[in-house]
């Protein structure tokens, strides 16, 4: 089944304690991008990867890492998570660009005390 | 980068069809217009893409007109379960991607 995942699905940490959320797409995409969606904000993208090796930040990007180094994942790395970051993240992937249909995970919640 | 704007909120009745219009004033030359919908705690779903004119699927209807400086989704009949928030998205293939903040459509019975 073309899929995207993401994990954990559910997260509770503290202040300064780094983090990974991995996602992973089955669907040989070029294409992925992580967003973050809070109340009453809609969704705003964190960073976005063309294909292998190529990243960059999209418009919420301060707080946050990326990394593609095989096609099939995109982690979301947080080095030191503060309260603000606490969110619901979203990672999607498609074809080739975000022009094309973007194919979204479950979603993690994050909540940093 | 295309700003979209869209209104907050609708309501409507069960088997009314419902027009939901997103003013994208800049669209780019190479930009598609598309739209997503999002049930609460889940990712966004497609639901339909277009660049000009109008684009018909099995579960909507997208109007373009010819300055593409708006769309509008229709939703033909819709039910209890098309509640949910609707997204317009402009985007071109240079990476970046900005969501507007949605339309909540709630369908009364």
């Known amino acids: 089944e073309a899929q995207v995942t993401q994990n954990p699905r559910y997260l509770i940490t503290v202040t300064g304690k780094k983090l990974t959320v991995t996602c992973s797409q089955n669907?040989?995409?070029?294409?992925m991008s992580w967003y973050r969606q809070d109340p009453g904000l809609g969704l705003r993208q964190i960073y976005y990867?063309?294909?292998?090796?190529?990243?960059d930040k999209g418009d919420v990007p301060e707080g946050y890492k990326v990394s593609r180094k095989e096609k099939r994942n995109f982690p979301l790395i947080l080095e030191s998570p503060s309260p603000n970051q606490t969110s619901l993240y979203f990672c999607?992937?498609?074809?080739?660009?975000?022009?094309?249909?973007?194919?979204f995970g479950p979603g993690t919640r994050l909540l940093v005390l | 980068l295309a700003k979209t704007t869209q209104p907050i909120s609708m309501d409507s009745y069960e088997g009314q069809e419902v027009n939901i219009t997103c003013s994208h004033n800049?669209?780019?030359?190479?930009?598609?217009i598309t739209w997503y919908q999002q049930f609460p705690s889940q990712g966004p779903r497609f639901i339909i893409q277009?660049?000009?004119t109008k684009v018909t699927n099995e579960v909507a209807s997208l109007f373009i007109p010819a300055d593409r400086k708006s769309s509008t989704l229709s939703l033909p009949r819709v039910s209890l379960s098309d509640t949910a928030v609707y997204y317009c998205?402009?985007?071109?293939?240079?990476?970046?991607?900005?969501f507007g903040d949605g339309t909540t459509l709630t369908v009364k019975p």
């Open positions: 999607a992937s498609s074809l080739s660009s975000q022009a094309e249909t973007q194919y």
């Open positions: 669907m040989n995409h070029e294409y």
């Open positions: 990867s063309m294909n292998v090796e190529v990243t």
């Open positions: 800049n669209i780019a030359t190479n930009d598609y």
């Open positions: 277009g660049y000009k």
């Open positions: 998205l402009v985007a071109g293939d240079a990476g970046k991607s900005t």
